[in-house]
């Protein structure tokens, strides 16, 4: 190979080697550097930020699409075999302690209340996993909470749910694991292992 050729072949391949680089910084690292920290409350996020909506730190009742949400499903379905019973808000007497539970569970999220979120949480389960960072008011519909078993360890009752529901304009701040109106269903554990119902165990399903 003669040295003009040779010069020509350099030259081709610091080219391809520049276009790469090019191609790198200009759209593969930004999007690689929108993963991770949020400016807004020091919760780090695996997500690129357009794939929520925008977060908004207001009560739900004064966000534009507070209506539309209205118009949603958003009882709270409990199944208990093949039988399933509608929890309204103005029938709690129908249900037990363990049922109830989860409309406390649902109240919290559409107040955006990490405070309380994390009194739901048994002293065990937030020394292994932490305490829940701030999130935003949570529009949650389509929600049913299943009866997967109840057991017992001495004066320890369990009692385990199968739990469904799907966000309404998700922003990501409390569950970053799914789409807006898709549902990735939970397994919750409470027990009275704290003398009142607390989360031991939060496991979920693709």
Known sequence: MNKRKKAL?????????????????????????????????????NY????????????????????DYLDLDRNIYVAKGSVTTTMTGDNDSYFTED??????????????DADAYNELLSDAYKAEYGLKGAFTPQMTYDRTIEHAG???????????FNVYYKFFHNDGTFRSDVYSDAERAMQIVIDTSEGKLKISSIQYYV
């Open 9 to 45: 072949l350099i030259w081709i391949g610091l080219f391809a080697v520049l276009a790469a680089a090019g191609v790198f910084f200009s759209f593969i690292l930004p999007k690689m550097t929108e993963d991770g920290d949020d400016g807004d409350t020091g919760i780090e996020y």
């Open 48 to 67: 690129v930020d357009d794939y929520f909506y925008e977060k908004l730190w207001v009560p739900l009742e004064s966000r534009d699409d507070y209506e």
């Open 99 to 112: 049922e109830l539970f989860f409309k406390t569970y649902f109240e919290v999220l559409e107040a955006g």
């Open 150 to 160: 109840t057991s017992y360890a001495g004066t320890v009752t369990y009692y385990t």
